[in-house]
């Protein structure tokens, strides 16, 4: 998460209206993880508290104050309720996973980071309400450009794939891609669903489990086995796609 952050933090660090609030974030971030791992690492986390008092004496999001002049002195931190957003949570978790799958892509097909990315999610509608507020930050920390979201997207006729968890992601490779070694992978990653769809197939044919295992269990079963299969329906298309183009 730290390190999502401060990557996602460096462009507001260089707009002059947003920085002042961007700074007293991270400030107050480090200030409670200090707070938080003083018992464990105390002669750390103090030089690093005194260091952070040279750059930022006073803390606190919306009404700073000023620090304590020891982290052994300072009040153990308390959560805000009011803070918690479980919907910023869910797209923060949506991004980190699809920004991942852009960066595995880009290292995959030896795609240098000057090169600009085009990209499409399939996904539910939802997760695209999720996507869509964060683009400005795919284009920032992945230099990718998000030209579809949603259920109805359509793969590029020459593209790389990464399958997650309820999305697709799909990058356009027409002017990158290595169409041996995306066959290849293809065909190890169709290889593994098998193996996976085999095993949650063998297991819900299991009458014992399936009749003394509490329902919900043998629902996310189910459900585990379908995303499966809609995982390897994509992968085949793509290496159908792939073969074509040989």
Request: hydrophobic share 45%; with cysteine.
């Amino acid at each position: 998460f730290c390190s999502f952050y401060i990557e996602m933090a460096k462009a507001r660090l260089q707009d002059e209206a947003s920085r002042p609030i961007a700074q007293r974030v991270l400030a107050h971030t480090l200030d409670t993880l200090l707070r938080l791992l003083h018992p464990m690492i105390p002669f750390i986390t103090e030089e690093v508290w005194q260091l952070l008092a040279q750059f930022a004496s006073q803390r606190g999001v919306e009404a700073p104050a000023e620090a304590a002049t020891s982290v052994m002195i300072a009040d153990w931190p308390k959560a805000d309720e009011a803070r918690i957003d479980l919907e910023i949570e869910q797209r923060f978790t949506r991004f980190q996973a699809v920004l991942g799958a852009l960066r595995e892509i880009r290292s995959r097909q030896n795609i240098a980071t000057r090169d600009q990315l085009e990209f499409s999610v399939r996904c539910e509608p939802a997760v695209a309400d999720l996507l869509r507020p964060m683009q400005p930050y795919f284009e920032q920390m992945a230099k990718a450009t998000a030209v579809s979201l949603g259920p109805h997207v359509a793969p590029p006729a020459t593209n790389a794939t990464v399958s997650l968890a309820g999305a697709e992601v799909f990058v356009d490779l027409k002017d990158f891609i290595d169409v041996a070694a995306e066959i290849e992978r293809n065909e190890k990653l169709r290889e593994k669903l098998l193996g996976q769809i085999g095993g949650k197939e063998k297991k819900l044919s299991n009458a014992s489990f399936v009749d003394r295992a509490p329902a919900d269990v043998v629902q996310k079963e189910r459900d585990s086995l379908a995303d499966l299969q809609s995982q390897l329906a994509t992968v085949e298309a793509a290496l159908e796609t792939l073969r074509s183009m040989t």
